[in-house]
């Protein structure tokens, strides 16, 4: 789940970004990369143990190999009693359920019943009526060019005035999709439809699981659990019924860049303000089975998959990524991978696989906005970012990628999570 830029501080997000760019020094040719790497569980725990001994409350981490397969946790689940944190812990993966969105409209995509290219008021015309709804089209929704605004501005209203207080507000408040949706609808586009760069947005994401119900007439989260997760045989990743995780969890930690000292604990909270954008929850394991599986079109056909490969520019806070439909692009020292990454109140998530599902990572992390901001309001980059660019390095490309020092790839680890607020 991301949480966009409220206000007028998108050139902070832009900073921030620009700065952890600055981190990521790693380089081996790309061609090197293709052979792969044994992986070495010594390595990578130290470089998983240095994101805590940076400042990270608790971190848990699987890196797949082929057939090998290391993991790891380090860190505490709880600060207050110090419980350790484990590597099978379930963990709110925020918009890293988009992907489960666009999978679950590609197979609908493959029957028949959806067009890609097909005006969304074909489908949802009293959601999103007149020109609009036939300017907007489903590929728009998934790519993130509709450029309807974000619904979580106006639903934390708090965060325009420099305060978490509707963090604590919305806790046990349950919002409908279609409330989501008319908040996103009533705030200014951020441009026409269709239009490059996009912007990104959830309301698109709460918009393609109520064009899911539509076409399937089912609940779009009991569509998605038939469809794709219980497809992919995953055990243990559901959309929880309650505002509790369910099994082994950790808390969930916001600081709220500072706002909310010290970081409060939401690991209880009414997830419908996510909904199909955001609200799906996962162990690290589950997550790379998840993107093997969709990466060797065992969950959706050659060509949806090509579809969801093909990207778009978008702006997530400021920072440019190369967007597909539920997907995007991960360009490394390495080579380039695919995946997402997610995060809600205190939780965040990243999940990143090579294009054929050999090597991947998928890591979590229990405290959320942990930089400062600067004497004029920019994120500066906190070394738990150094940290945490080094053990993906570490997971995907190997040590001797990690350690080298020269070109900066066009990757932030949670990209999609800026939040900047009024202060």
């Known amino acids: 789940m991301s949480i966009r830029q409220f206000g007028h501080k998108t050139s902070n997000r832009r900073a921030v970004l620009a700065l952890a760019a600055s981190l990521l020094i790693a380089a081996v040719p790309a061609q090197a990369a293709a052979a792969g790497t044994d992986l070495d569980g010594q390595v990578l725990r130290q470089s998983l143990d240095a994101v805590h001994e940076a400042g990270m409350y608790g971190i848990y981490s699987q890196v797949r190999d082929g057939a090998q397969s290391w993991r790891g946790a380090s860190g505490v689940a709880d600060v207050d009693t110090g419980r350790p944190v484990r590597p099978d812990m379930v963990h709110r993966v925020g ?5 489960f969105t666009s999978v679950a409209v590609l197979q609908q995509v493959a029957r028949g019943t959806i067009e890609l290219d097909a005006p969304v008021a074909r489908y949802l015309p009293d959601l999103v009526p007149g020109e ?4 907007i089209t489903v590929r728009m929704l998934l790519n993130h060019t509709s450029h309807i605004a974000d619904y979580v501005g ?6 325009l005035e420099g305060s978490g207080r509707s963090l604590d507000d919305n806790r046990s408040r349950t919002f409908t999709p279609q409330e989501l949706v008319r908040l996103g609808l009533g705030a200014t586009p951020t441009g026409q439809p269709g239009a490059t760069p996009g912007s990104y947005s959830n309301t698109n994401y709460v918009l393609a699981g109520l064009l899911l ?16 997760i219980r497809k992919a045989g995953l055990r243990h990743t559901s959309f929880p019924r309650t505002p509790h995780i369910p099994g082994p969890h950790s808390k969930a930690y916001e600081s709220l860049y500072g706002l909310i000292d010290p970081p409060k604990d939401y690991s209880v909270y009414d997830m419908s303000w996510a909904a199909t954008a955001g609200a799906v929850t996962s162990t690290m394991d589950d997550l790379n089975r998840f993107y093997r599986a969709l990466l060797r079109g065992e969950l959706i056909g050659r060509e949806q998959v090509a579809e969801m490969q093909k990207t778009v520019p978008v ?5 440019p990524l190369n967007y597909g439909l539920g997907i995007y692009s991960y360009d490394l020292p390495c080579g380039r991978f695919w995946g997402h990454s997610g995060g809600v109140f205190g939780m965040g998530t990243e999940s990143i696989s090579s294009p054929d599902g050999g090597r991947q990572l998928s890591m979590g992390i229990n405290l959320m906005k942990y930089q400062r901001l600067d004497e004029n309001g920019y994120p500066q980059v906190s070394p738990i970012d150094v940290a945490t660019v080094n053990h993906i390095l570490t997971g995907l490309c190997g040590q001797s990628a990690a350690q080298a020092r020269a070109a900066q790839p066009s990757f932030v680890p949670f990209a999609v999570d800026g939040l900047s607020v009024k202060r």
Request: hydrophobic share 35%; charged share 25%; aromatic share 6%.
């Open 132 to 135: 609009r709804g036939r300017q």
């Open 154 to 159: 106006p639903a934390f209203p708090s965060l």
């Open 95 to 99: 918009s890293i359920t988009k992907t």
């Open 213 to 228: 119900e539509k076409v399937t007439g089912m609940d779009a989260e009991r569509y998605i659990t038939r469809n794709v």
């Open 315 to 319: 702006l997530a806070g400021g920072a």
